[in-house]
Nanobody, 122 residues
């Protein structure tokens, strides 16, 4: 059974960098068929796919966030990390990490973490 667990600060100041880590158990992030994503849901809004990485470390991002976003991997710890730079209160959301099979995107998702609330304070 694959499990994903998000970790990171719950409060970030405006203009700073948000950094969240997803720890994966029950499966390797180096498996070729899987993609590892970050998703968020702002209050009162729908889920928004942020970006993902594959087994080679190649990354893909939604265009609206691409200029501010990076995803890194630590293969020795089976973790991947989201960095979102220059945050504003509009980045306040519940952030999830997820696994998908075959491609990135919500429609391909098969496992998701419980989520972590991040509030950006001005």
């Amino acid at each position: 059974q694959v499990q994903l667990q998000e970790s990171g600060p719950g409060l970030v100041l405006s203009s700073q960098t948000l950094s969240l880590t997803c720890t994966v158990s029950g499966g390797s992030i180096l498996t070729t068929t899987y993609f590892w994503s970050w998703i968020r849901q702002p209050p009162g809004k729908e889920l928004e796919w942020i970006g993902c990485t594959d087994y080679r470390g190649t990354t893909y991002f939604t265009p609206s966030l691409k200029s501010r976003t990076s995803i890194f991997r630590d293969t020795s710890k089976n973790q991947f990390t989201l960095q979102l730079r220059s945050v504003t209160p509009e980045d306040t959301a519940v952030y999830y990490c997820a696994r998908s099979t075959g491609a990135c995107g919500l429609e391909w998702e098969d496992y998701r973490g419980q989520g972590t609330q991040v509030t950006v304070s001005s």
